[in-house]
């Protein structure tokens, strides 16, 4: 009996000593925030910008001081890296963006004036500005699938959460899906973009009737030989080359680059040949005028009218067409204060 009191009493106190261990060499909370910080800066520890398919860089020292966000661009970049603009130039460029979930990206395009989410429509030709939105320190890389199912994949690099901004190139007529993905946060919502304008697609050629077998015809009877031979007749020359075609050419301008609402607006084109035209005037908040077609001789030509509200940019297309195929058009705008 003593040696099991002995025995027992000798369990508890080796018990008693491991729980006293433990609480003795357990971690505090401000060494696992720094040990935290170490691997989040070894993990965002930019890459080379030339090689965007590279590995992620070797942590840096714990002494190294975490990589800074670049300074802030008065304009989106047109090539190169993101550029980083804060929420001030977000709304003086489109108004105010909807928030980022936490832990996600979003990506968003400026339509007439304002940040959108929901499939817009451009010319061809045309450029308007992308803001991709990260709330996580993370590589970023662009994917836009064109309308002949090719994908175009750009890697951007490392950055820190913000707001980021470039220019989309409506360079191909047809439907494009733009997606920004995060080595943290995974793909962002889906932009839809339409792309209209340039030549009118030929209609299909019909299916040709066979024709029918033709009846084989008797055979030719032996000729007489003429009593003196023919002389030979001299070659008939061939007939001169037309002349090479032009191809139809619009250009278009503002009789001012700014107007004021209740001015008379002069928009003058012209055109190398007769043809028709139709002259579209895209405002501000959306709405679309247009005037024509109309069938014009070759040279320049006036379209007029009153300036109305809404005040900012107008964006004027002069589309012209042959009754042969041919199409063309031409771009112009100004700005109504």
């Known amino acids: ?28 909370d401000e060494s696992t925030n720094a040990s935290s910080v170490s691997i989040v800066t070894a993990l965002f520890y930019p890459a080379k910008p030339d090689d965007p398919q590279s590995s ?11 990589i800074s966000k ?55 030709g045309s450029e308007t500005p992308l803001l991709i939105c990260t709330d996580e320190n993370q590589g970023i890389t662009t994917k836009e699938t064109y309308p002949n199912g090719n994908v175009e994949s750009r890697y951007w690099g490392m950055y820190t959460k913000g707001r980021y901004m470039y220019r989309f190139l409506a360079n191909t007529p047809g439907t494009h ?12 919502n889906t932009l839809t973009i339409t792309v209209v304008g340039g030549p009118t697609p030929w209609p299909p050629w019909p299916t040709p009737t066979p024709w029918p077998t033709p009846t084989p015809w008797p055979p030719w009877p032996t000729p007489t030989p003429w009593p003196t031979p023919c002389p030979t007749p001299a070659p008939t020359p061939w007939p001169p080359c037309p002349p090479p075609t032009t191809p139809l ?11 004021y609402i209740g001015n008379q607006v ?18 501000q908040n959306s709405n679309i005028v247009s005037c024509g077609p109309q069938y014009v001789s070759a040279g320049t030509h006036t ?33 109504v204060g």
């Open 1 to 28: 009996m003593k040696k099991s009191i002995v025995a027992l009493t000798a369990i508890v106190l080796i018990l008693l000593s491991g729980i006293a261990i433990c609480s003795a060499t357990q971690p505090s």
């Open 303 to 335: 379209d007029t009218g009153t300036i109305g509200y809404p005040r900012g940019m107008r964006t004027v297309v002069v589309d012209a067409w042959t009754s042969s195929g041919e199409y063309g058009y031409a771009v112009t705008s100004f700005n």
């Open 56 to 66: 992620p860089a070797p942590a840096p020292a714990p002494t190294q001081t975490p």
């Open 70 to 124: 670049p300074s802030t661009p008065t304009a989106p970049a047109s090539s190169g890296r993101l550029e980083l603009v804060d929420k001030a130039q977000v709304g003086n460029i489109g108004g105010s963006v909807k928030a980022v979930v936490s832990g996600a990206m979003q990506i968003q395009i400026l339509q007439s004036g304002v940040w959108t989410m929901n499939p817009i429509t451009m010319y061809l």
């Open 266 to 283: 002069y928009v003058y084109f012209s055109v190398n040949k007769p043809c028709y035209t139709r002259v579209t005037y895209l405002k």
């Open 177 to 188: 899906y733009l997606v920004a993905e995060g080595s943290v946060t995974g793909a962002s």
């Open 249 to 259: 050419t619009v250009t278009t301008w503002p009789s001012s680059s700014y107007y």
